[in-house]
């Protein structure tokens, strides 16, 4: 399985970002994916899932109602999009997946660190959030 990420730079606050990411070798299984990130000082926060079947995306109450993730289920592609970012959004962002079948509420489960967490993970990209 591999993932690859797309995205992230320097903006300033109030701006917008778009991330995506690339899911291949999981065949035509289904699979939940998303992001993590990982801010200055603190440990990884699953802040975004959405299953391949599309039934939903979750979000972390930091970033709800500022980001949007939307699946690409042909192309395996998702894309984060981060509007009205702040600087403590300043971070490193990583892909996420696991395989399986995942419902909206089910994905709860596997967006939050722990031993739940997906088992794979694309490299990280930079998204630094300064005026």
């Known amino acids: 399985v591999q993932l690859q990420a797309y995205g992230g730079g320097l903006v300033q606050p109030g701006e917008s970002l778009r991330l995506s990411c690339e899911v291949s070798?999981?065949?035509?299984?289904?699979?939940?994916t998303g992001w993590f990130r990982q801010l200055p000082g603190k440990g990884p926060e699953g802040i975004s899932c959405i299953g391949s079947t599309d039934e939903g995306a979750i979000y972390a109450g930091s970033v709800k109602g500022r980001f949007t993730l939307s699946i690409d289920k042909v192309k395996k592609t998702t894309y984060l999009q981060m509007n009205n970012l702040k600087s403590e959004d300043t971070g490193v962002y990583y892909c996420?997946?696991?395989?399986?079948?995942?419902?909206?509420?089910?994905?709860?489960?596997?967006?939050?660190?722990?031993?739940?967490?997906?088992?794979?993970w694309g490299q990280g990209t930079l998204v630094t959030v300064s005026s």
């Open positions: 996420v997946a696991d395989r399986g079948y995942y419902s909206t509420d089910s994905l709860y489960r596997v967006c939050t660190p722990g031993p739940r967490s997906p088992p794979y």
């Open positions: 070798g999981l065949g035509g299984a289904n699979y939940a």
